[in-house]
């Protein structure tokens, strides 16, 4: 049951995006902030500035895709409903280091990005797994669409063969490499035409003649799979009839968050095609803080061999607890702690407790930082991320607490060593 206080978490994703070197991780968070800071429906168009001239002007500007967290709103395409997602840098190392560990921990979901030419390499497969060990949902991004020897099926193929998992293509390709034009939703049978450099006018017709069988074909695998994590879909399945594509929606966004289905979906962040439509694919397969596992915590001074636990649901009006989960050094205002926090409210001005330090900090400021800008705001809430200016012996991976509650450390990450090598 979701209580009227924990509503503005639907509205809610807290995503990485996961790639290894080079698959274009950089280029496709760009592409996010830029259409989420500026644009917010397919269809707007903005012409003038060719893509050089932009993409300069979004560097002068100073997009942050440094940030630890970054806070982005969305509106979901053909809605008015507005999206708050936060988008948490996951570090591109290869190797098992803590810091991967520990932002894998602090999201709910990731984009795994792959480059469609090569299909999943050794090291995307890495990622996977870390992915994989921290129970993340995730869809997959086909990037590099345009690029000679790009192929969808290679990615699909790969995701089957080499990383074992159930892909859910919920996109066709229009051409491919020099010719990749557009994106066919397949669920709403749609397709998107790319029709200038800055994917911003974006031309939506009925599924060309030519893709139509593929895209049926591709369809009915959908439904299949969707019956297979959805009761009632298997009802209509077995009786013949369609579901409507809320239906399907619901119930593919279902064996996502529960990670028995991987939608796929594909496109060119260099050539701007395809990442609006996966910012909505992000709205509609990846879990909201409500819909995943609430984070427990096990009693500080139980020391116990099967210490007392507790579970912190994503709800502001419960006990406070957060995490730290990296700390940047700031040339304006020193020290900043990025933190995310499960459940309660942080409160600028307060005082809080450091239960893996056993220390009582103050918390100065609370910053919510954007592609461009920061805001300054009186409380972070549960499910949202944050930097706080003050704590001065807050660590990455340090639990905070309310000041006098119980003390609690929230589920470990600092995992040893020969625990993260798989
Ligand atoms: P990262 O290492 O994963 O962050 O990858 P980058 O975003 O820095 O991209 C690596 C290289 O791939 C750069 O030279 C990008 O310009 C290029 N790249 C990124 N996305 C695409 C794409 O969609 N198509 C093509 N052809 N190149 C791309």
């Not at 077995?238 to 939608?263: D, H, M, N, Y």
């Amino acid at each position: 049951m979701t209580t009227k206080a924990q509503n503005y978490l639907q509205n809610f994703r807290n995503i990485g995006i996961a790639a290894h070197i080079d698959a274009g991780k950089t280029t496709t968070t760009e592409r996010i902030l830029y259409y989420t800071g500026r644009i917010h429906q397919i269809g707007e168009t903005h012409e003038g500035a060719s893509q050089m001239d932009w993409m300069e002007q979004e560097r002068e500007r100073g997009i942050t895709i440094t940030a630890a967290a970054t806070t982005a709103q969305w509106t979901r395409s053909g809605t008015d409903d507005v999206y708050t997602i936060n988008i948490i840098d996951t570090p591109g190392h290869v190797d098992f280091t803590i810091e991967v560990e520990r932002s894998m921990r602090v999201l709910d979901g990731a984009v795994a990005v792959f480059d469609a030419s090569q299909g999943v390499e050794p090291q995307s497969e890495t990622v996977w797994r870390q992915a994989d060990r921290y129970g993340v949902p995730r869809i997959a991004f086909a990037n590099k669409m345009d690029k000679t020897g790009a192929s969808f099926e290679l990615v699909i193929n790969d995701i089957k063969e080499r990383l074992g998992a159930i892909p859910a293509p919920v996109q066709y390709p229009i051409g491919a490499e020099s010719e990749f034009q557009g994106i066919i939703d397949v669920i709403r049978r749609r397709a998107y035409f790319y029709t200038n450099d800055l994917g911003t006018d974006i031309r939506e017709e009925d599924v060309p003649a030519e893709y139509a069988d593929k895209v049926a074909e591709m369809r009915d695998q959908l439904v299949e799979a969707a019956a297979e994590v959805d009761e009632s879909i298997m009802d209509m399945y077995l009786s013949g009839e369609e579901p409507s594509e809320e239906q399907l929606v619901a119930a593919l966004r279902k064996g996502t968050v529960e990670k028995l289905i991987f939608p796929v979906l594909c496109g060119s962040s260099l050539k701007n095609k395809g990442v609006q439509l996966l910012l909505d694919a992000v709205v509609d397969f990846l879990p909201n803080p409500l819909e995943v596992p609430a984070i427990k915590g096990v009693l500080a001074d139980d020391t116990s061999e099967d210490p007392e636990t507790r579970t912190f649901p994503a709800d502001p009006e419960g006990q406070l607890a957060a995490l730290a989960f990296k700390i940047m050094a700031d040339p304006y205002v020193g020290r900043l702690t990025f933190v995310r926090v499960y459940s309660g409210t942080m409160t600028s001005g307060s005082y809080i407790y450091n239960a893996s330090k056993g220390k009582r900090e103050r918390v100065g400021r609370l910053l919510k930082m954007h592609a461009n800008s920061r805001e300054e705001v009186d409380v972070l809430k549960a499910g949202e991320l944050g930097a706080v200016i003050g704590l001065k012996d807050s660590g990455t991976g340090n639990t905070l607490i309310g000041d006098g509650d119980e003390e609690v450390l929230l589920e470990s990450i600092d995992v040893p060593e020969a625990v993260i090598k798989l």
